[in-house]
T-cell receptor, first 112, second 114 residues
Framework: SQQGEEDPQALSIQEGENATMNCSYK?????LQWYRQNSGRGLVHLIL?????REKHSGRLRVTLDTSKKSSSLLITASRAADTASYFC????????????FGTGTRLAVRP | EAGVTQSPTHLIKTRGQQATLRCSPI?????VYWYQQALGLGLQFLLW???????NRGNFPPRFSGRQFPNYSSELNVNALELEDSALYLC????FGTGPDTQYFGPGTRLTVL
């Protein structure tokens, strides 16, 4: 199955700045989820946005979803060095059972 | 509450051998998913088990197989190992049913094939 694409592939910012990552997908979805991965370890679920939602907030995270453009964005405000990680979007599609299809990820580096 | 656990943390095998990876889901979760994350590639879906049955399978050869036990823990077996099987194997669990379908991931098993 095709994976979504994320951009940028890598992002380096200064602590305190905002970081924006984008994700595009190709087919209809039930929901889209964002995960974080530190140094090649397990993934941590950050936020889930359903196909009938347009925006969702969780702490310093803001996720938007545009189903007409088949795209989503993750904004991390007031970034911290501890936010340094890889971020993945994952589509849950209506036709694919319960599996998630992950994007290629964005590597975020936050400089102290 | 304990999270998803995986064992072993690291596994080193030689080409042609078999590898067995284990996963224990969060208590109450009935679904277990396996993903492969090879270096430089994204996460690729391998297998989904729910209530002891294989529900879905990714685009992997039959030498990748697994099972789910009555206590919902799961095993992933990789036979006839090839060099390109070297990867981080991640297990996730969720409660398949009503409610949010968030998957919770374990720390992974890093398999190295020499």
């Amino acid at each position: 199955s095709q994976q979504g694409e994320e951009d940028p592939q890598a992002l380096s910012i200064q602590e305190g700045e905002n970081a924006t990552m984008n994700c595009s997908y190709k087919t209809s979805i039930n929901n889209l989820q964002w995960y974080r991965q530190n140094s090649g370890r397990g993934l941590v679920h950050l936020i889930l946005i359903r196909s009938n939602e347009r925006e969702k907030h969780s702490g310093r995270l803001r996720v938007t979803l545009d189903t007409s453009k088949k795209s989503s964005s993750l904004l991390i405000t007031a970034s911290r060095a501890a936010d340094t990680a890889s971020y993945f979007c994952a589509e849950r599609k209506k036709s694919s059972g319960d599996k998630l299809t992950f994007g290629t990820g964005t590597r975020l580096a936050v400089r102290p | 509450e304990a999270g998803v656990t995986q064992s072993p943390t690291h596994l080193i095998k030689t080409r042609g051998q078999q590898a067995t990876l284990r996963c224990s889901p969060i208590s109450g979760h009935t679904s277990v998913y396996w993903y492969q994350q090879a270096l430089g590639l994204g996460l690729q879906f391998l297998l989904w088990y729910d209530e002891g049955e294989e529900r879905n399978r990714g685009n992997f050869p039959p030498r990748f197989s697994g099972r789910q036990f009555p206590n919902y823990s799961s095993e992933l077996n990789v036979n006839a190992l090839e060099l390109e099987d070297s990867a981080l194997y991640l297990c996730a669990s969720s409660f398949f049913g009503t409610g949010p379908d968030t998957q919770y991931f374990g720390p992974g098993t890093r398999l190295t094939v020499l």
